[in-house]
């Protein structure tokens, strides 16, 4: 199995940045792509970034675009996502997932390991 584990959320002000960290252990040979996804209150979980192995191939929200970057470290087996100029809209809890596939963009149910999630909150 696989174990994901977020940490780096928080309350932020507007305009302000976080870095959310996922530490990937167990079977990490499995997984491949891995992304971020949010769920704020009421609302569907929706996919944020995403990254393939070799970070060669990274997909964004058109909503995150030009604010958050995802990276990855192999050799860690972490995944981060840098957030700046951050907007109430971003409030939501944050997901790690990853895949077996090496498919970016892909669809959120192709992704067979989650995390906890970890709470950004951006008050205005």
């Known amino acids: 199995q696989v174990q994901l584990v977020e940490s780096g959320g928080g309350l932020v002000q507007a305009g302000g940045s976080l870095r959310l960290s996922c530490a990937a252990s167990g079977r990490t040979s499995r997984i491949y792509a891995m992304g971020w996804f949010r769920q704020a209150p009421g609302k569907e979980r929706e996919s944020v970034a995403a990254?393939?192995?070799?970070?060669?191939?990274?997909y964004y929200a058109d909503s995150v675009k030009g604010r958050f970057t995802i990276s990855r470290d192999n050799a860690k087996n972490t995944v981060y996502l840098q957030m700046n100029s951050l907007k109430p809209e971003d409030t939501a809890d944050y997901y790690c997932?990853?895949?077996?596939?090496?498919?970016?963009?892909?669809?959120?149910?192709?992704?067979?390991?989650w995390g906890q999630g970890t709470q950004v909150t951006v008050s205005s």
């Open positions: 997932a990853a895949a077996r596939h090496n498919i970016v963009p892909s669809t959120i149910t192709s992704f067979q390991y």
């Open positions: 990254i393939n192995w070799d970070g060669g191939s990274t």
